[in-house]
Nanobody, 127 residues
Framework: QVQLVESGGGLVPAGGSLRLSCAAS????????MGWFRQAPGKEREFVAA????????YYGGSVKGRFTISRNNVEYTVNLLMHSLKPDDTAVYYC????????????????????WGQGTQVIVSS
């Protein structure tokens, strides 16, 4: 049974930093592309960041580029999201997801490509 468990969310003032972690189990981790998505109340789920199977390629949504960094550890089966210069607009539930393949143009950003999802961790950025 595949499990993705996020941690590290919380309340942080604007301009602050947070590090989210996702621990994976029940899958051949190095075979999966890993991504982070987020969903704010009343909004659609939004692509945040993704990292390729070996970890050599990373991708970011436009609103977080330059502020967030995604990384993975294929030995520990974890993927992290380091978030700096946080803004109130970053407030959302953040989800970790795993994809066996990224089909289509910018497939890393398509939620439909992801086979497994975590339960999410809440991030609140206060102004």
């Amino acid at each position: 049974q595949v499990q993705l468990v996020e941690s590290g969310g919380g309340l942080v003032p604007a301009g602050g930093s947070l590090r989210l972690s996702c621990a994976a189990s029940g899958l051949t981790f190095s075979s999966y592309g890993m991504g982070w998505f987020r969903q704010a109340p009343g909004k659609e789920r939004e692509f945040v960041a993704a990292v390729s199977w070996p970890g050599t390629n990373t991708y970011y949504g436009g609103s977080v580029k330059g502020r967030f960094t995604i990384s993975r550890n294929n030995v520990e089966y974890t993927v992290n999201l380091l978030m700096h210069s946080l803004k109130p607009d970053d407030t959302a539930v953040y989800y970790c997801a795993a994809a066996i393949s990224w089909a289509g143009s910018d497939g890393f950003a398509r939620s439909a490509n992801y086979n497994h999802w975590g339960q999410g961790t809440q991030v609140i950025v206060s102004s």
